[in-house]
Structure formats: C-alpha cells, structure tokens
C-alpha cells in the first residue's frame, strides 16, 4: 500500500491539470451532472498490481464524495479477466478521472511487472535488484514504489541520499591532478559521515586504486563477465560491489553469478511497458 501523502497528492493534481479535467468538453457536452455510473478496473494481461491506491485517489480529487472499492491489493497477481476495483459515483467524475488513473495504474504495474521478472531471474543468487535515478520527471516516488511491490529494492532516491563517483566527476578531477585514492579521501572529508559513498570503475586497474581509497560501494559499469568476478575477487567483502549497465533478462542471471551484492537496471523505470487495464462503465 502506498500512502497518498500531500506529496503524492500534488502529484496527482499536476496530472489532473495537465489533462484539464475540469474543462472537459466532451463531458460536458454528453454527459448531465445527475447522471450516475459505476467503474470497473479490469486486467488484460498477466502482471502485479501497483499504484491501487493512488488511482483510486485520482477520482476523489475530482471530486471528493465519489465511492471508491479496492478489490485487490499492491502486489497482487493479475491475470487477464481479474476485477481490480470499482469506483462509483458522478458518471462525469468517473469519465474526468479515468485517463490520469489508468496512466497511473498501468505505468506502476508496469514496472513492478519487469521488476518481478528480474527478481524470478535471480532467484537462488545473493543478490539485489535495485533501480536507477531514470525515473519520468516528477514520478520518481511513484516509480521507485512500483519498484519495491515488484520485489526490488531502490537505489538513491534523489542526489541527497549518498554520493556517487561516476565517470565525469573522475575525470573533472583527474584533469586538476587528482587520483582516484585522493578522490574517496575528498569525498569522505567532505560530505555527511550519515552517507555512504560508492565510486563507478570501468576496468580492473581503476578498481585497483579504488580499493587503496575505501569506498563502501563499488560500482562495475558495463564489465564483462569475466572482470566481474574477478573483481568481486578482488574486493573479497570490502565492500558491497554493483553491477551496472547493459543489463537485460536475458543476462541478468549470468551476472549475478558473478557474485556481485547488487544489479542495477535503468530499464526498470526509464523503458516501462505499461500493464494492459481497463476501466469500464456501465450507468
């Protein structure tokens, strides 16, 4: 269950004002204020159910007395037929909302769909799917929740939550004489002892000198197979080492063969395929 906070609530009226529900000309053309009507949402495809509570939140926005029943839970398996919910009330408030709440709902069963399949994938290996900041612009709340109901864990929620060494800072700072050692050293005298820090490598002779400098993470970006145990080998539990870039269904399981703690898939949020649902109406 994800908790309509006055965040998501924001969310939620961004979406409503970018579609003008309250300005709808074809409802407001077709359809009287005292005509009444009952909504069904029902799967067309097989996936795991998320964001329930937020779509439902969406008709209450419009407006506020509208009745609104969860059938199912987050996390809930579908299958094509399944009754989801039912919201009842102003045909008109129903017809308003049903696009923002669809959106919603699909894109976060969406995404806890594909994250449910990487998570299969893996089953038996010690290892953790994590997300990415590739998330759509103003629903990484919603996207990384999806994330979680699918069985992944997330990674940094914004650039607040720890820092993160990747490629261009290296090499901003290589070009002022700076080695990767003196980089973690910086990094650790500078930012809040409550955060940990993890430092992307490309190669085994990077991972080399990250070791000298005591990064909590290590990220391995687009390594082959082969370097990456090698270099789960070579860290022997220093720190938490992660997999990234490159990664697929098709290859995840190689990966965490490997022997890596965690696999971050961008694919998860930045490439969704919304879960095919409906919301039917009937007077």
Known sequence: MLEVTPEVQHLIDLALAEDQVFNDATTSAL????VWGVGTFHAKAHGI???LDVALAVF???????ETEALMQDGHGLEPGSTIARVAGKASTIL????????ILQRMSGIATET???VKAVEGYRVKIVDT???????RYLDKHAVRVGGGHNHRMNLADGVLIKDNHIELLRHRGMTLPGILEQAREMAPHTLKIEVEVTNLAELEEVLEGGAHIIMLDNMSLEDMSKAVEMVGGRALVEASGGITL?????VAETGVDLISVGALTHSVTALDISLDIAA
Do not use: D, F, Q, W
């Open 96 to 103: 308003r909302g049903e696009r923002t709440a669809l959106n």
């Open 31 to 34: 359809i009287r204020p005292n």
């Open 49 to 51: 159910l998320a964001g």
């Open 250 to 254: 098709e290859n995840v399981a190689a």
């Open 133 to 139: 900041r590739k998330t759509a612009p103003g629903l």
């Open 116 to 118: 449910a399949r990487y």
């Open 60 to 66: 209450h926005r419009v407006e506020p007395s509208v």
